[in-house]
């Protein structure tokens, strides 16, 4: 599906397998895919050196988590100024609650994926957000069912 440059068939097979189980084991790699241990290893130390392989990851299941609340925000601006960018980049770094932040297309400028205890803590961070100058418009979208959540890009 993707032509990634430098890539061949053997790297997107080592990286469709570990985006679905970080844990496989690399001797289980080399059976599946025919290939010697030691071929699987360089192959994954080069992937993670040129940074394709970025992190290692336990994905939590969020209905194990009571009291869990997603929120999509919707933001745009209403004047694209460079103070109020650098404003919303260093609060969405600065709140561990942000998992996610989009430039988007269309009527909205970012559309912001919050994961917080409750929505007190929501509130707060949203009245932060309202704060920032030239902001046009606030949408928040509340999530009250998860229908799929897939991490893994088709390789191939």
Do not use: W
């Amino acid at each position: 599906m993707f032509n990634i440059p430098g890539l061949d068939s053997i790297d997107l097979q080592i990286l469709q397998i570990l985006q679905e189980n970080a844990n496989v084991p690399a001797k289980q790699i080399a059976k599946l895919l025919h290939r010697s241990l030691s071929v699987i290893y360089d192959r994954i130390r080069i992937l993670k050196k040129k940074g394709i392989i970025h992190s290692g990851i336990i994905l939590l299941n969020h209905e194990k988590i009571p009291g869990i609340l997603i929120v999509h925000t919707l933001i745009s601006f209403t004047e694209r100024i460079e103070d109020s960018l650098v404003i919303l980049k260093k609060m969405i770094y600065k709140h561990d609650e942000v998992m996610e932040c989009y430039q988007v297309t269309g009527k909205f400028d970012f559309n912001i994926k919050t994961v917080t205890q409750n929505m007190a803590s929501y509130h707060k961070l949203h009245m932060e957000l309202s704060a920032i100058p030239f902001l046009g418009t606030i949408e928040s979208y509340v999530v009250i069912a998860e229908h799929k959540n897939k991490t893994a890009i088709q390789l191939i």
